[in-house]
């Protein structure tokens, strides 16, 4: 190792330090183990919570209005989509998520389930009720059209996340300006201890799912199109079904509104807020 690797390793293990310092102080407490993930057959659908089920083909998108309480389930059918995902206030569409808040405020970029999706606001908008795989992306975001026309060529077939994003977002009377960064569920993205960022697929599998519980009445916006970093070298994403489900009455101990200072927090200032 040269002295400027040194360096450099040195450096990063400061920031480590210093990182694990502000995160002591900042929680006050040592955290509380995350709940393990979610078995596939763990928590079959009861027909009579089902309001509406969809899916989204390879490539295109859907939006949907999401009252507080209920749950969004999204499955990625044969393990080859991402689901890229963007929510606002329904009441007030300038509260958007907030993805860099929602890993600053939880000290993770790694979301899974128990973990929260804040908003600009510093209140929740969307709770990860279940969660089987935890392979999922906030760092990265989503395809454009540049990008997929250096990979796969000029094709009308192929479409990309900036586009449909922006589709789906005039559909609730949003534009460009509207359009913070997401999040990409179903994208397994690591990041090592050099800061690296690479590319998990043995994390996808098919029939993997995610279910998120609205925190508020919101707008939702989902774009099913391969992740910027998916090795595949064709463009062949399959289909996302996405039921939408009635709400539960919430246990006062689950652990997404208890599990962490920081949602402990952020589901105060939402239920202050709403109430």
């Known amino acids: 190792m040269d002295i400027i690797e040194q360096e450099d390793a040195a450096q990063i293990a400061e920031n480590r330090r210093r990182y694990e310092a502000l995160k002591s102080a ?127 060529g000029a094709s009308r077939a192929i479409r990309d996340t900036q586009t449909n994003i922006l589709l789906a977002a005039a559909k609730f009377g949003l534009g460009r300006r509207d359009i913070p960064p997401l999040v990409s569920f179903f994208a397994p993205v690591s990041v090592d201890q050099t800061g690296h960022i690479g590319w998990n697929d043995d994390q996808r599998k098919a029939g993997d799912f995610v279910e998120l519980r609205a925190e508020m009445d919101l707008m939702i916006a989902i774009s099913n199109c391969p992740h910027p970093l998916d090795p595949a070298r064709t463009y062949a994403p399959g289909p996302l079904e996405i039921t939408r489900l009635s709400g539960v009455p919430v246990d006062p101990a689950d652990f997404c509104r208890t599990g962490t200072p920081e949602a402990l927090r952020g589901f105060e200032n939402t239920d202050a807020f709403l109430t």
């Open 26 to 152: 900042g929680t006050g407490q040592a955290p509380r183990s995350m709940p393990p993930a979610t078995a596939p057959d763990a928590t079959p659908i009861h027909p009579s919570s089902i309001i509406a089920r969809e899916t989204i083909p390879g490539g295109w998108y859907a939006n949907y209005l999401l009252k507080r309480g209920e749950r969004l389930r999204i499955v990625n059918k044969e393990g080859t989509s991402s689901a890229a995902l963007l929510a606002w206030s329904a009441s007030d569409p300038s509260e958007r998520l907030n993805h860099a808040d929602t890993i600053k405020i939880q000290w993770t970029a790694a979301l899974q389930k128990g973990r929260v999706l804040f908003s600009d606001m510093g209140r929740v908008l969307l709770s990860i009720v279940e969660d089987t795989s935890g392979a999922h992306d906030v760092l990265v975001g989503g395809s454009s059209p540049s990008g997929n026309l250096a990979r796969y």
